[in-house]
């Protein structure tokens, strides 16, 4: 059989197996809690896996991979980024979620922040800043579209939809327990992919990793430093300091955080950390395929087509297809967290403890959850549209389209996550408002608007430290006054 054909009967049954979980999981939701955290029933290992197979998105394997090839070796900073700067991020953040959700039974990550603070504008305004993952959705989108036009031949636009259709179907229909279930397939091919591409080159290059040094050294000199002044996000030692900073910050992403909440006991917190070390490892191998294509070809017109090329070029077609689904299944896992995610902002977070709580919009109770479970058939077909409409052109870097939604949201939101967790004296919602609106805006003035920041992640980190500070001082302000107002009462 041809590749092609290969290719064709992987992408099938991987599509069958996907819906078949989604009408699986179907059975099972009852209640919007049961659509957003699968009911907090869920298992340590399970989680692991679908919290690795969220994380690990196109971005790692055609993103990631294209950075490798246009830069060289200074793009494994991503790599040092995710697997340090990111666990450390998840050791910090998850426990204190999960255990302080014993009590909160929050179904998302404004909901978290919401009760956290005691209040409904920091849970608005988390809402807002988490649609601009719609630009992370697109990401994935244009991804699946340029491996199915690169493999296959087929349109890229066509692909895009094929995509977004299964995706948003078996997310409707399962919810959390589709995206967990498939989430393990997942990311046991990508765990494999990572493998077969890293140990490839041992035999395709002469020397082995000591090869891909010396033959990209005589490429271009920038390609073996530390820092490459070509590189977007890798050009010095503060650019780079902003990858592992906002790497941190990527662990409190609400799609990740969704799998935290599902944990049924939080003592098995550290069981989901080790699947987590352990299968990020093996998956971050794929990154090696981008520096063994740049040797082997340094040609390619599109840095993002180099893992397409080499699948294409070097693997058995059996190898080049299991390599294909995973990272098809990358796409399809991160896409159906973030739409998950969002419904639930919206379903849960904006309508019912929002406009229904706040008599915005006056119904029964009941009649209230009932629109809310309807909306999770509905919501995530419009956010699908949104998303490929803007993926239609797709961008030099899809990581970067990507990013803008990361980024977009970790500015805005780690602080008050880690303020909450680990300085809870300093909980007060006016500073949690004001981090919030200082993080987004340094964020969004610094890349999107006025382009002083090449790097969409240094622009987040930045966008980070600025609203750490603000939260600081506006809550060391209020603690002041507290005290200040108890002494009066006192004397």
Known sequence: MSFTTYLYIGFAIYGAF?????????KRIKTLSDFSV?????????????????????????????????????????????????????????????????????????????????????RGLVVLVIMIQLFYVGGQFSAGGTLLSGLLDVDYQKAIWIIALITVGYVTLGGLFADVYTSIGQTILMMFAGVVVFGSGFFLIKGGLTGVTTALAQQNPYFITLTNPDALHMYSAAAIFGVILVEFAFAGQPQLLSKILALKDPKDMKKMIW?????????????????????????????????????KRFLHPIMGTVLAVAIVAAIMSTAC????????????????????????????????????????????????????????????????MVWIGISGVASATLAPMIIALLWPKRICPK????????????????????????????AGAWGVVASFIVMWLISSYTMNKNEETAQVKQS
Request: hydrophobic letters at 55%.
């Open 38 to 122: 699968a009911g907090e029933a869920l298992g340590p290992i399970p989680l692991g896996l679908a919290f690795t197979a969220t994380f690990f998105s196109a971005a790692t394997f055609l993103g990631y991979v294209g950075f490798a090839y246009a830069w060289g070796q200074t793009a494994l900073w991503i790599f040092l980024a995710i697997f340090g700067g990111s666990t450390l991020g998840f050791i910090v953040i998850a426990k204190g979620v999960r255990e302080s959700n014993t009590n909160i039974k929050a179904l998302s990550l404004p909901d978290w922040l919401g009760e956290i603070y005691k209040s409904d504008a920091v």
């Open 431 to 458: 500073a949690a408002i004001a981090g919030l609106v200082a993080g987004e805006g340094v964020y969004l003035f610094l890349y999107m608007f006025s382009k002083i920041e090449k790097s969409v992640m240094a």
């Open 275 to 311: 699947t987590w070390i352990v299968a990020s490892f093996l998956c971050l191998l794929v990154i090696f395929g981008g520096l063994y294509m740049l040797v082997i070809d340094p040609t390619l017109p599109k840095p993002d087509y180099a893992v397409v090329e080499y699948v």
């Open 18 to 26: 996907v819906l078949y979980v989604g009408f699986v999981g179907a």
């Open 337 to 400: 967290g973030l739409l998950l995610v969002m419904t639930t902002c919206i379903a849960n977070d904006l309508y019912l403890k929002i406009f229904v709580k706040h008599g915005i919009i006056k119904t029964s109770e009941q009649k209230a959850k009932k629109n809310a479970l309807i909306m999770t058939k509905v919501l995530p077909a419009i956010f699908g549209i949104i998303s490929v409409l803007l993926a239609l052109n797709p961008p030099k870097f899809m990581g970067v």
